[in-house]
């Protein structure tokens, strides 16, 4: 089992940052790729950003060159720094890890991230 603890979100105006942090604790051996994950109001859940063991990283193209994900393998913890936010980019986001032979998808509870304009 993996629990994944999730910080950082809030109200920001448009133009401005944040830092999510997740931290991975229990069978934290086993967990592989580690992402982020948002879900805005009415619409689907959707890829923002991933990370493999070994540093490859994904971005969906609605962040391409405004967020950050980067991976602490010591601590356990990803971070997703997300600079000139919009408010097409209010949703809650949660943490993403895939874990075990099987690449089981764990999620952390969730943050809201509120973009005003």
């Known amino acids: 089992q993996v629990q994944l603890a999730n910080s950082g979100g809030g109200l920001v105006q448009s133009g401005g940052s944040l830092r999510l942090s997740c931290r991975a604790s229990?069978?934290?051996?086993?967990?592989?790729?580690m992402g982020w994950y948002r879900q805005a109001p009415g619409k689907q859940r959707e890829l923002v950003a991933f990370?493999?063991?070994?540093?490859?990283?994904d971005y969906a193209d609605s962040v391409k060159g405004r967020f950050t994900i980067s991976r602490d393998n010591d601590k356990n913890t990803v971070y997703l720094q997300m600079y000139n936010l919009k408010p097409e980019d209010t949703a809650v986001y949660y943490c993403?890890?895939?874990?075990?032979?099987?690449?089981?998808?764990?999620w952390g509870e969730g943050t809201l991230v509120t973009v005003s304009s």
């Open positions: 993403n890890a895939q874990v075990g032979d099987f690449k089981t998808d764990y």
């Open positions: 229990g069978s934290i051996w086993s967990v592989h790729g």
């Open positions: 990370i493999t063991t070994n540093g490859n990283t």
